[in-house]
């Protein structure tokens, strides 16, 4: 029962209505008799300062997905060392110090990487928001060098130039054994393919941080060309675990559960 009490989170970005966010937290809710409630919303760019805030002075927070986690992290107004370096904020919280601002998909990628066994040599990233930041952060925490993608080469010199700025070791393609998808490229129908098996021959390994029904295109023609494949579920997850914990510090979060409601939702029809 929604009262007074509730506390609410919600899914900033744009778009939101593919988002399995509402889903696995909400079952996670469910299952530990939590007084809260998780929705989507849709936000412009302009808007997203004064919905973060809303939210969590009201007691609640949520998470930012694409195109804001760098108009969040410079809203919120505790940061953690992680969104400093990274200026990508994708998790919120109020206390009474202020709104604090966490980055918990570099936790996502290193998990949804660890099942995959990809190994510590290179990874060819391609993006250069903040996905593709987290994606660096956790090349740096497992020691591989990085080669960067981006249809701007503009873009794509600054995003190496921080990179290196942040302790990354840049590399070749040629070299990288690993593929991941930083950039939104997967969500809409007709989306091009974010990068190509020949762009990194000795890739064995391929990432997506964008997930889908039936899974993204990219992550089935990689895998029928050989490699060991997975779509942004599994990081869905352990970020929204990391999240959690983060909001509710007393409960354990209910992985089986939140695991459970992501595939279910992946099952469902669109």
Known sequence: MISGRTRVFAILGDPVAHSLSPAMHNAAYRALGLDAVYVPLRTTAEE??????????????????????????????????????????????????GIRGENTDVAG??????????????????????????????AIARGAKVAVRSRDAGRRAAFEAWARGRGATLGSAEECEVLVNGTPLGLRPGDHLPLAHEEAPRAAVAFDMVYARGETAWIRMMRQEGLRAADGRSMLVAQGAAAFRLWFPDEDPPLDIMRAAVEHALREPA
């Not at 986690?69 to 107004?77: G, Q």
């Open 48 to 97: 997203l300062p004064g919905l973060l805030r809303g939210l969590a002075h009201a007691g609640g927070g949520g998470n930012v997905t694409v195109p804001h986690k760098e108009i969040a992290a410079d809203t919120v107004e505790q940061r953690s060392a992680l969104v400093e370096s990274l200026r990508a904020c994708n998790t919120f919280w109020g206390e009474p110090g």
């Open 109 to 138: 990628v290193l998990q949804a990487l660890a099942a995959l066994d990809a190994p510590d040599t290179a990874w060819l990233i391609a993006g250069t928001g903040g996905g593709a930041r987290a994606a660096v952060a956790a």
